[in-house]
């Protein structure tokens, strides 16, 4: 009996670690997703009581930008941008949505991912509120990490552990908005990949949170080949999709939509500079979630709830 429940709750555990592949797969070709869309649905099948009858594929959707030069050709040694923070008040049990920065290398079991952000995941969390939180993983998501569940994430200030804590201060629709800072960067001294945290209205003045060491890594041992911004969602294919960011497309701006600003990324020697291109984006269902144009080192992001398949 105990055993049994103990198995129960493992499998459970797995699946929502699978559940977050959805957050790279953006950058990969077809057939990887593909292929890791597949076993993540295997896997997440029998969690949905209410669906049984083998037609809950998991649909994710993701709005985000990402530069595609940087000042040492194609790679990284981090990020730094301010994120609006949302509460989602219209997401079910079995869905997610997240605002996240993703640091990545490499392919295939070679995926390397460093991911920090905000995220209302109620399987984990079991509420609905936003909660700032980090997931990696070294080898194309067989395995991976959220905060400090698993070694690897070294937190260096105890009494700022506030990694997984949920964030108090949430933006109104037309009303005062409030945002977190985030910043990855590799330190050049010693390799590691530095986790940085502001909250609202201190773009400056960031705590460092903690690091993961660079032997942590296969792909993301010297550099990162990706960055990208923006949010994601995942949801059963017989529900309607959660809200991403605020809910709001876009195009209503400032005060209404969820934004990205400051947007910065991080050279060899450890300064940030900003993009020197108009960055790309990447909106896989852009009648559902979008992305607006990049200005001023900012962006608006996100869609509301409803959206099917
Ligand atoms: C899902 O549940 C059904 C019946 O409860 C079971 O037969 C099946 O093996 C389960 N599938 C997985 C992937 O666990
Ligand atoms: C959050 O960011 C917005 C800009 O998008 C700014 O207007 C607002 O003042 C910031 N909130 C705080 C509390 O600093
Ligand atoms: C960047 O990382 C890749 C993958 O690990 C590596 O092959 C390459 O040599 C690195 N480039 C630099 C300049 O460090």
Known sequence: MECKLWFGLMIIALSLIVIDNG?????????????????????????????????????????????????????????????????????????????????????????????????????????????????????GYQTNCYNTDCPGFILTDKSNALLGSPINQVSTYGGPQYNITIKVSKDPTSGNWWLYYGPSGDYDKLNAVGYWPSSLFTTLVDNASEIQFGGIVTYYKDEQGPPMGSGHYPNEGEGKAATFYGIQVVDRNGNMYDFKDNPKVFQDKRECYRVSEFKDKSFFYGGPAGCIN
Request: hydrophobic share 35%.
């Open 23 to 139: 957050r790279v797969l953006a950058t990969m070709p077809k057939e990887k997703m593909m292929k890791l869309n597949s076993l993540w649905d295997e896997m997440f099948k029998n969690q949905s009581s209410s669906s049984n009858d083998g037609t809950n594929d998991v649909i994710r959707h993701w709005a985000t930008s990402y530069p595609s030069l940087s000042d040492d050709g194609l790679i990284y040694y981090g990020a730094k941008a301010t994120l609006s923070v949302h509460g989602v008040p219209e997401i079910k049990a079995n869905q997610f949505s997240s605002a996240c920065i993703w640091i990545s290398n490499g392919d295939g079991p070679n995926l390397n991912v460093i991911t920090a952000g905000w995220t209302v995941h109620p399987y984990i969390y079991h509420d609905n509120r936003p909660h700032f939180f980090t997931l990696w993983t070294r080898d």
